[in-house]
């Protein structure tokens, strides 16, 4: 075995191995904080400023871009989420803060 294919041989079993023994997807959880810091700023009860709020709110509610990364509906799509279901219900707690405040608790 030359050892340009045992480096791939080891490194492609290594990965299969990491993939096996570790569910958790560091990715995934780093873009769930992004969605639910953002989430948090926009409706949440702590005081914050309100250019964070605003800017909050305008990244959740804009328009859906699935193709540009880290945008909101991309993100929600790399979640496994319905970015216009979700965008749709944020609206609703918009009017409605009191429903939403029990909800972020679990965001916490």
């Given amino acids: ?5 045992a480096i791939s041989y080891f490194s492609s079993e290594y990965q299969d191995s990491q993939d096996v023994q570790s569910p958790i997807k560091p990715e995934r959880n780093l873009l769930a904080a992004v969605l639910s810091r953002a989430i948090c700023d ?32 991309w993100i929600a799509l790399q979640l496994d989420l319905d970015p216009k279901f979700l965008q749709d219900n944020l609206r609703m707690y918009e009017s409605n803060t009191d429903d939403i405040q029990e909800r972020l608790s679990f965001l916490r």
């Fill in 1 to 5: 075995m030359s050892n340009i294919s």
């Fill in 42 to 73: 926009a409706f949440g009860s702590a005081r914050c400023e309100r250019h964070i709020t605003r800017s909050a709110r305008q990244w959740i509610f804009s328009d859906l871009t699935p193709k540009i990364p880290f945008s909101f509906a």
